[in-house]
Nanobody
Framework: QVQLVESGGGLVQAGGSLRLSCAAS????????MGWFRQAPGKEREFVAA????????NYADSVKGRFTISRDNAKNTVYLQMNSLNPEDTAVYYC???????????????????WGQGTQVTVSS
C-alpha cells in the first residue's frame, strides 16, 4: 500500500507561482515513477508531468512545458511540482500518483498509475 498526501494548493493571481508537494508512505518510493495530474470542473483528469525513479527522466504536457517543473527528493519520499506563470486555465484539482508497476515511458496515461492522492485545489484568478 502507498499513501499519497498532496499539499501546497491555494489561490493565486495570474502570473504567480505555487509549489505543490506530495508526500508518500513506504520504503520503496525511489522505485516508483511519480506523476501529477489535474482535473478541472466538468473536464476529464489530464496528465501534467511525470518523473522517473531516480529523477533523471521527466515528461510534461504541452500546456505546461516551460512553466512547470517536476522534481523529487527520494530521501524525503516527496515529489514536487513547481508551477510558474500560472493562468486561469491552470485552475483545477491537482493529484499526485504513483506507478509501482514499472510502466514504460512516457508515463502519461492514467492507467499507468495505481495509487492516487486526495488532490489539492489550485485556483488562479485573472
Amino acid at each position: 500500500q502507498v499513501q499519497l498526501v498532496e499539499s501546497g494548493g491555494g489561490l493565486v493571481q495570474a502570473g504567480g507561482s505555487l509549489r505543490l508537494s506530495c508526500a508518500a508512505s513506504g520504503r520503496t518510493f525511489s522505485r516508483y515513477v511519480m506523476g501529477w495530474f489535474r482535473q478541472a470542473p466538468g473536464k476529464e483528469r489530464e496528465f501534467v508531468a511525470a518523473i522517473s525513479w531516480g529523477g533523471g527522466g521527466t515528461n510534461y504536457a504541452d500546456s505546461v512545458k516551460g512553466r512547470f517543473t517536476i522534481s523529487r527528493d527520494n530521501a524525503k519520499n516527496t515529489v514536487y511540482l513547481q508551477m510558474n506563470s500560472l493562468n486561469p486555465e491552470d485552475t483545477a484539482v491537482y493529484y499526485c500518483a504513483a506507478d509501482t508497476g514499472w510502466s514504460p515511458p512516457p508515463w502519461k496515461s492514467l492507467s499507468d498509475y495505481d495509487y492516487w492522492g486526495q488532490g489539492t485545489q489550485v485556483t488562479v484568478s485573472s
